[in-house]
């Protein structure tokens, strides 16, 4: 496939309500968008880094930057195969959200083409995926309570709260006392925490917690190993796995027992299909994560969720969740799941009018 330019455009867009974690609270989203412009169409992605380098190193900038100057100059100018831009791009290293962004340009274009859907294409195994959300850190219980009350009202499969050292137990045994033992409930720390702690992280069992993720450090792979070895709530990994080797890696010495995948953090649908493939072998329960991802990057995020081995509700929430207006027809919630998408790649792409007004900026760079 040739690729005559790629835009690289840049939107802000308000969350309908502050989202608080461990690392940072979140009032808006400011995307990069990548458009890859070939002679048969166009190829869309959304780039999930933030605005700042708090989850991870990355950030919206710095992925901007590092596309323009490196990983798009590196694309070969005859025409590329999507499956190609992996290895081309593996010579820089890092940047996985930049260069997930640009793979599924690519991709999205050449599956335009083709008439194929992302979800066919990735293996889907269904055609709708159960949906769960995660719930920031709030000023107080009752606040946290009237706002998982609501998302449990919307149909949620499962609820996550965020967690971090002074917002642990009391919100997990505020939301069980108030919700019953029958609610799907799980923890995210965000790496707010150390091995230290473990004996603190303990009190947790009592609540019946589905998993809890990301409890220490993101390179604290040795150390997860430890602490699972002291919980009975089931250890999840986020930002540690990086790559289907992390994967590989931290299943063999017992670091999680569930991974939650994000493509974007690994580098790509491709990748995150690798560690899919893994994490089955080995029976090991994955579900989707999310970045607060607009409709762009939510649509390829079901897909993947569809797969078989996505056996836990995923952080694919309906657009409202997020957003007052989304860029695509919104995701809407169905009896707890989501649709995966039919049409062509991405099956849904930018409404035109809604685009155009949440623009901050554009570049478009010559193949
Ligand atoms: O750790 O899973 C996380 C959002 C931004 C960065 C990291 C995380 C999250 C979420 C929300 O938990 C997931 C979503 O609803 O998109
Ligand atoms: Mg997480």
Known sequence: ???????????????????????????????LLVRVATADGEGWAECAAM????????????AQDVLRKFLIPALP???????????????????RMAKAALETAVLDAHLRTTGESFGSYLGAAR???????????M??????????????????????????????????????????????????????YTLVDAQHLAKL???????????LANDDIVQHARLAELLRTPVCLDESIESAADAAAAISIGACSVINIKPARVGGYLEARRIHDIARAHGIPVWCGGMLETGIGRAA????????GF??????????????????????????HLDVPTGPGLGVEPLPEVLEEVTTSTEWITI
């Not at 019946?208 to 993720?213: C, D, K």
């Not at 056996?311 to 969740?321: A, E, F």
């Open 311 to 336: 056996t836990l509700p995923g952080d694919t929430s309906g657009s409202s969740r997020y957003f007052a207006t989304d860029i695509t027809p919104p995701f809407e919630l169905a009896d707890g």
């Open 205 to 215: 069992d009592d609540f019946g917690l589905l998993l809890i993720e990301q409890p």
């Open 77 to 95: 100018k005859d025409g590329i195969d999507a499956h190609t831009v992996g290895r081309v791009l593996e010579p820089f290293t890092g940047h």
């Open 1 to 31: 496939m040739k690729i005559s330019g790629i835009e690289l455009r840049r939107i802000r867009i308000p969350l309908r309500a502050p989202f608080r974690t461990s690392f940072g609270t979140e009032t808006e989203r400011d995307v």
């Open 139 to 192: 000023d107080s219980v009752p606040e946290l309570l009237d706002a998982v009350d609501g998302f449990i009202a919307e149909g949620y499969a499962r609820i996550k709260l965020k967690i971090e050292p002074g917002w642990d137990l009391e919100p997990v045994r505020a939301v069980r006392e108030r919700f019953g033992d029958d609610l799907v409930l799980q923890v995210d720390a965000n790496a707010a």
């Open 51 to 62: 605005s700042e380098p708090r989850y991870c190193s990355e950030y919206v900038d710095a």
């Open 127 to 137: 055609d709708r995926v159960p949906c769960g959300v995660s719930v920031g850190i």
């Open 301 to 308: 995020n079901v897909a993947l969720a569809a797969l078989p």
